[in-house]
C-alpha cells in the first residue's frame, strides 16, 4: 500500500486524518485522494537530523509587559 500526506482534513466514519497526517492507503483510494489534491505521496522518509546550533530556533526576546495605567492620577482640566 502506498502512503501519502494528507493535504487537507478528511473525516468519515473510519477516518479522521488532519494535514500533515502520514498514511497508508490501497493504491486506488490513494490514487484518488492524490489526483483531487487531497494528499501526496511520499516517496520516501527523510531521515530526522538532530538540531545544531545553526538550526535550533532562536529563543524569543522577553519583552517587558506594558504598564497599568490604573494608578496614574488623572490631570483635571
Wanted: aromatic share 2%; no cysteine; net charge negative.
Amino acid at each position: 500500500m502506498p502512503k501519502v500526506r494528507i493535504l487537507t482534513g478528511v473525516s468519515g466514519v473510519d477516518v479522521n486524518y488532519v494535514r500533515g497526517d502520514v498514511v497508508e492507503l490501497p493504491g486506488s483510494t490513494a490514487a484518488s485522494w492524490v489526483e483531487s489534491g487531497m494528499a501526496e505521496l511520499v516517496r520516501g522518509e527523510e531521515p530526522e537530523t538532530p538540531e545544531t546550533p545553526e538550526t535550533a530556533a532562536a529563543p524569543e526576546p522577553e519583552t517587558a509587559s506594558p504598564r497599568s495605567r490604573a494608578g496614574r492620577a488623572r490631570k483635571s482640566g
